[in-house]
């Protein structure tokens, strides 16, 4: 009886030890099956990107196989006029060819026997950048035609009525198509602007200075009024308007210059007079008086604004020794300032004023904002300078005074580092370089680089005094030339850069 309970143990212990290792075996079984299929899965979605891939190649190599033949068949013609075309579409890429597009709009011309250039259809085939009196077509002359701009741009600084789009510069009655055309008019933000003002078409041109002033108030404008004659009372009034509209610390400026500059012959100036009161009935006053005292006509005028502070700098003509004059009013550092009449020093070398203004700058370094004024600037071989005024602030007085002592022509400006540099060549001989800093209050020279070449025959040649304060330190016969200066005097390392 033992013996059979011993049998029948070892025989369950024998099918469970079965049924456990068929169990294992299914289950590996199971397990493999499954990595095998997720392979297959893997591989399926693999080869399905590639064939999706493959066909997108084929795809593309279908298109632009269709597109080489499109443009085998519509072959670039180029006219003898410096257009091309292309299936019957004008081509343009540079803005020479938009001008002369405008151009020939303008005239109602043709852009090629048989076909009205303001009726063809055209395409760009470059970004283009414009100027900001551009227009294509006019209210007699509009365009007509269609403008496919294939993704390209066309920038600049449109002051048409329009802010966006192509009606910035396109000019229609309705029957003009664009597309696929980027527009980017940068006179949507506080923009610099010339407008040239000729005695042709001075009314038209004032008419539409008048528009662009209206429609884009955030603009600075820039005015060359070269008709005396011409009646500018509008733009003037105008003018004035716009000025009154500007925001506190915008930075806005209005100028208005009078070319040419001795043509006025002593007639009636009538286009000058209008501006004289652009600053208001008591700067207008002072205009007046002056005009009045020197028997002589209006130049120039600009307003602008710095910070609080409003600026009117006007200039006469008349004179052998010219002056230019500054009137302020407003606020400076949180102090009102009553309108105050500065007489100043005309520039030695510019007179045009076309790269006049004015921004606040410590110049005496006291720790207050004085106002530096940029009346000029030239640019030659000889190196590059500007000339320069200073008007100083008083806070005890709240009032600004003339700082004559301020260098009038400099090349580095570096205020930051309490020095001015002034670097000049006297012909082929000599060559210095001047730092000025505030000496008691006023500007001095406290160090100067002086280079005296000995030898025409050896441009390496030459001897380098050394001043400070008016005083000769040290001197050094060079014979490599300016290079060594560098070497002896890294802080005046402006003194090898042309």
């Known amino acids: 009886m033992r013996t059979k309970k011993i049998c029948a143990k070892m025989a369950f212990r024998a099918v469970a030890a079965g049924s456990f290792l068929a169990a294992f075996i299914c289950g590996y079984g199971w397990h493999r099956c499954a990595i095998e299929k997720d392979k297959l899965l893997a591989e399926n979605i693999k080869q399905k ?71 063809a259809d055209y395409r760009l085939v470059n970004d283009l950048e414009l100027d900001d009196w551009f227009r294509l077509g006019s209210k007699s002359m509009p365009f007509r035609g269609s403008l496919d701009g294939d993704g390209h741009t066309i920038s600049g600084l449109f002051m048409s009525q329009s802010e966006t789009g192509a009606e910035c510069f396109l000019v229609s009655d309705g029957k ?173 070398y510019g007179k045009t004023y076309h790269n006049y203004y004015i921004e606040r700058e410590d110049v005496n370094f006291d720790g207050k904002g004085d106002l530096l004024i940029h009346e000029t600037s030239s640019w030659g071989s000889g190196g590059s300078f500007g000339e320069y005024r200073a008007i100083t602030w008083e806070a005890d007085k709240s009032r600004f005074v003339y700082y004559p002592s301020f260098p009038e022509v400099l090349n580095v400006l570096e205020f930051d580092r309490g020095r001015v540099l002034c670097r000049g060549r006297l012909g082929w001989e000599q060559e210095i370089v001047e730092e000025y800093r505030v000496v008691n209050g006023i500007y001095e020279e406290t160090r100067r680089l002086e280079l005296k070449r000995t030898s025409p025959e050896d441009s390496t040649a030459g001897v380098l005094y050394y001043y400070e304060m008016g005083k000769l330190i040290r001197a050094h016969n060079l014979t490599r030339g300016t290079e060594e200066a560098s070497e002896l005097y890294p802080d005046l390392s402006y003194w090898s850069k042309g």
């Open 49 to 119: 990107k590639q064939m999706d891939d493959y066909e997108e190649e084929i795809a593309g190599y279908i298109q632009r196989l269709a597109e080489y033949e499109r443009v085998e068949e519509e072959k670039v013609e180029w006219l003898e006029n410096g257009f091309s075309k292309q299936g019957g579409v004008y081509l343009i890429g540079k803005s020479e060819q938009m001008y002369e597009l405008a151009e020939l709009v303008a005239f109602g011309s043709q852009i090629e026997p048989g076909i009205v250039a303001a009726k």
């Open 176 to 348: 003009a198509r664009t597309e696929n055309l980027i527009v980017e008019n940068g006179m949507k933000e506080n923009s610099e602007v010339r407008i040239d003002i000729s005695s042709d078409e001075g009314s038209k041109e004032i008419r539409e200075a008048i528009g662009v002033l209206r429609t884009f108030p955030q603009c600075s404008i820039k005015f060359r009024i070269e008709d005396y004659y011409v009646d500018t009372s509008v733009l003037a009034e105008d003018l004035t308007e716009h000025w009154a509209r500007k925001e506190e610390g915008a930075g806005q400026f209005i100028s208005v210059n009078f070319l040419p500059e001795h043509g006025c012959e002593g007639k009636n100036a009538v286009s000058m007079k209008p501006f004289a009161g652009l600053f208001g009935e008591e700067g207008g006053r002072i205009v007046e008086a002056v005009l009045e005292k020197e028997e002589s006509f209006l130049a120039f005028i600009r307003l602008e604004q710095i910070e609080g502070l409003e600026c009117c700098t006007f200039a006469v003509h008349g004179k052998e020794d010219e002056e230019h004059h500054l009137l302020l009013r407003g606020q400076w550092e949180g102090k009102e300032v009553d309108l105050q009449h500065f007489v100043i020093p005309h520039a030695e």
